[in-house]
């Protein structure tokens, strides 16, 4: 995908200046940057959910020219906080991400059960599947929201601080998987995500936001940089090259 010169105003206040992406198909990008800098609102745009000025593309066609099913098959978006219906199960609230696919006043086919039942097993899920969503413990229920955007299809993945809910080993075991579905499958990710020594661990480029503008762009090691971090979240850290990206340590003054 890419976003050239992307605004957008909420409540008459700009909250997103002139922001430029590039994500490859297959890469893993990661928006990084303090509270309030744009990072949700900037994966709402690209994910076609909120009103902009500029452009943005999915896989060369402009969004805005995009039905809501089309967009539906090639972005599959999971907020911070997904709407859950109240009542439904772990399987039907999964089958909402073949909506795309079912036929208008239509029913699921046998082939879309088997993509759910398929995505729920990968993500060790199928015990859950009747129980209700609502009843489900914070970590649980972030596994179902990634199984809906997967059993949804698309190329493209938009995960809004994906791990926030998680335990570490949750933490890892998600974004592991995301990672394998990227090399299996080609999926392209653009994340969100507070963790700056996951976020350099995982993604191939960072993007890092600060008052609704893109403040530093490039590889982990270029973008967590102890001034970065000091001039942009005003945090004092000590940056430790680590295996597969630099651990960010924070350090008392
Ligand atoms: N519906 C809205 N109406 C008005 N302002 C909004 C609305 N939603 C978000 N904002 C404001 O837009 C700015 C950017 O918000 P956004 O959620 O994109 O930040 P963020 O970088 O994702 O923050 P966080 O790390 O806290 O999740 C914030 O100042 C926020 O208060």
Known sequence: MSARSVTVA????????????????????TIIGPNGAGKSTLLRAVGGLLPFTGSIELFGTPITGLRRRER????????????????????????????????????????????VHGVLERLDLTGFAPRPLERLSGGERQRVFLARALAQGATLL??????????????????????ELRRDRGLTVLTTMHDLS?????????????????????????????????????ARVRVIPGEHGPLVVPVRS
Do not use: F, M
């Open 158 to 179: 938009l995960l809004d601080e994906p791990t926030a809910a998680l335990d570490i080993g949750h933490q890892q075991e998600v974004l592991e998987l995301v990672d």
């Open 10 to 29: 909420l409540d008459d206040r700009t909250v997103l200046r002139g922001a430029d992406l590039d994500v490859g198909a297959g890469e893993w990008v």
């Open 198 to 234: 996951v976020a350099g661990e995982y993604a191939d480029r960072l993007v890092l936001l600060a008052g609704g503008r893109i403040a530093a762009a490039g590889k982990p090691a270029e973008v967590l940089t102890e001034e970065n971090l000091a001039t942009h979240y005003g």
């Open 72 to 115: 539906a098959r090639l972005v599959a978006t999971v907020p911070q906080q997904p709407t859950v219906p109240p009542g439904i199960a772990v399987l039907d609230y999964v089958l909402l991400g073949r909506t795309p696919y079912i036929p208008t006043l239509g029913r699921e086919s046998r082939s879309d059960l088997e993509v």
